[in-house]
């Protein structure tokens, strides 16, 4: 169990409110990267990228350091006799070397796209089952959480300043609505 001292901050945020506004977050960007991929634009769509998968390894590493401990300390989640912490654990291993694969790529290099897009169904899956089984039996559980959200929110702000990420989602936000309005425009022009 998770417990604050005086001299941490608290957040107020429970653990499942943000891990899921970080799944919607993750899922308007592979929604981004859709839009753009429709459109071909290359030097946003590895914006975008880019960004989704700084994103995801943060996420992961939340999940399997905080989250999921907490979580197989105060109830068992099994799914089809199989232990559902350990799928999700290789779905992040899986979505890892997605990311690895994609950071040696750029767009325009054969099986892009398409990594990207098996990236973005395999964390929609993900997402499905975390949401449909584990967060509901979570949220049934003993378990403090907005205590164990605020060390999720601390290790979180930790890893986004070691991955350096100020400016980074503003600038695939802005290359989004870049692509947007020029595609807007040509459909005028048209």
Do not use: W
């Not at 989602?169 to 290359?175: E, Q």
């Amino acid at each position: 169990m998770i417990t604050l001292t005086s001299k941490m901050p608290a957040f107020d945020k429970d653990a499942i409110a943000m891990l899921t506004a970080d799944h919607r977050r993750i899922q308007e960007a592979f929604r981004d990267f859709e839009r753009l991929k429709k459109r071909g634009s290359k030097r946003n769509k590895l914006e975008v990228v880019k960004q989704v998968c700084v994103d995801l390894q943060i996420h992961t590493i939340v999940e399997n350091e905080v989250f999921y401990p907490a979580v197989n300390g105060v109830l068992t989640i099994r799914n089809a006799d199989n232990d559902f912490i350990d799928e999700a654990k290789v779905a992040h291993v899986e979505t890892n070397n997605l990311i690895v694969q994609l950071g040696s790529m750029k767009p325009g290099d054969k099986l892009y796209d398409a990594k990207v897009t098996v990236l973005g169904e395999n964390i929609n899956h993900h997402i499905e089952k975390e949401e449909s089984v584990m967060f509901p039996l979570v949220t049934k559980a003993k378990l403090d959480l907005v205590a164990l959200g605020d060390h999720m929110t601390m290790r979180k702000a930790q890893l986004q300043s070691e991955m350096s990420l100020s400016g980074r989602r503003t600038k695939a936000r802005k290359c989004v609505a870049r692509a947007s309005v020029a595609a807007d425009s040509e459909s005028r022009d048209s």
